[in-house]
């Protein structure tokens, strides 16, 4: 931060101190390095300092490095003057943005703005705090209406919960915080390790009447259930605070992104969590949280479309493993090894060629593109 300039504290006021590339730059550098540059590769603190390039050079191992390495921004060509409008809208909106909104207010592509909301998504993810005294623990259901879905979609195997939804759990702290995450079903064998790892031993744990449930005891907790068939609130023992916040969940999902697909649906959970823990906070405040936990956080393209190419990985190697199999019964009758690799090879083109990697790309993209 330079000195003596206010902190934004509105949209409007970020979108004007971002503007300038050498301010951004300043303001990441100082929450990144509070004692001051080093270089990532050798950890020197004896640096030049390339004002043009906005770039360290380090004296030591001589290599350049600029103030995005190593955090949610690594690689991306897009500038801090549209990260840092980016994460205040993300962290700020108040049902979630659009990648189609975003992409429109930044003046980037939907599948830029896309990729950018899924990087900022994983500097909103909640670090492992424990809840404690009074805690409500359930489960939802998200999804499954097919009628809007792209074939892509409705092509995914079927999701653990009723008529194809996928379940998501989550613990809150009576007036406090909530954990949730999508899981893969909603047996005892899943929830209970998860009650476990969020929530101190000792605590009242709050939930429904569910079989997945029982047992929770023999785990260290006070547990009270009350019967959801009979009423809803019985003195201390509900889960309205849960249930709300599933309805601001569902509320975002419904209202923003029109339609998310299963593989994506952790990300927006732990947006959605995050503003929920940050409602009391200040517009300046929940932007500083999410930039302090950019760095040491990554996402690459891959990471998000891993499975496409995965798929192709695994065609490639199974062909090229046709060079150093024995003979097979192709390779008897032109008694060449190398011929049978090339003849796989062909095989794998006709079926998977490379242009096909970028269309199985595709899908995935257009699948979340809300
Ligand atoms: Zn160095």
């Known amino acids: 931060m330079s000195q003596g300039t206010k902190r934004p504290t509105s949209l409007i006021e970020a979108i004007r101190y971002f503007a300038d590339l050498d301010v951004c730059n300043e ?66 909106t108040k049902n979630g943005i659009s990648s189609h909104e975003l992409g429109r207010s930044l003046g980037v592509t939907q599948k830029s703005a896309w990729f950018m909301l899924h990087r900022i998504r994983l500097a909103m993810q909640t670090e492992g705090f424990l809840l404690a005294g009074e805690v409500e623990a359930d489960e939802t259901f998200i999804g499954g209406k097919t009628g809007n879905k792209s074939p892509h979609q409705k092509r995914g195997k079927p999701r653990g919960g009723p008529g194809g939804k996928t379940p998501v759990f989550g613990v ?18 899943t929830l209970k390790p998860k009650i476990a790892k969020a929530v101190k031993t000792g605590s009242a744990v709050y939930t429904d009447q569910a079989p997945a449930y029982r047992g929770l005891e023999g785990l260290g907790y006070d547990h009270d259930t009350v019967n959801h068939a009979e009423r809803y609130v019985d003195g201390r023992v509900h889960t309205n605070g849960l249930e709300n916040f599933w309805a601001l969940l569902k509320r975002g999902l419904n209202g923003t992104y029109v339609s998310v697909d299963p593989e994506h649906l952790f990300r927006y959970v732990d947006e959605r969590v995050f503003a929920f823990n940050g409602r009391h906070d200040s517009d300046y405040g929940r932007f500083s949280a999410v930039l302090g936990a950019a760095p040491g956080r990554r996402l690459t393209y891959a990471d998000v479309t891993r499975p496409a190419v995965a798929v192709f990985v695994f065609l490639l190697v199974s062909c090229f493993g046709a060079l150093t199999r024995p003979l097979s019964s192709a390779s008897k009758r032109s008694n060449s090894p190398f011929a049978s690799a090339v003849v796989s090879l062909a095989l794998v083109m006709i079926v998977f060629p490379p242009g096909f990697v970028f269309m199985t790309f595709l899908p995935v993209v257009a699948s979340v593109s809300p």
């Open 27 to 92: 303001f990441v550098a100082a929450l990144r390095w509070p004692n001051g540059p080093y270089c990532p590769r050798c950890g020197s603190v004896e640096y030049s300092y390339l004002k043009t390039r906005r770039l360290w050079k380090c004296r030591d191992c001589a290599k350049q490095y600029s103030v995005k390495v190593g955090t949610i921004f690594e690689s991306s060509p897009l500038g801090l003057d549209k990260w840092l409008p980016a994460v205040w809208l993300a962290a700020n």
């Open 172 to 189: 809150k702290e009576r007036g406090g915080k909530v954990r949730a995450e999508v899981v893969p079903n909603v047996k005892g064998d």
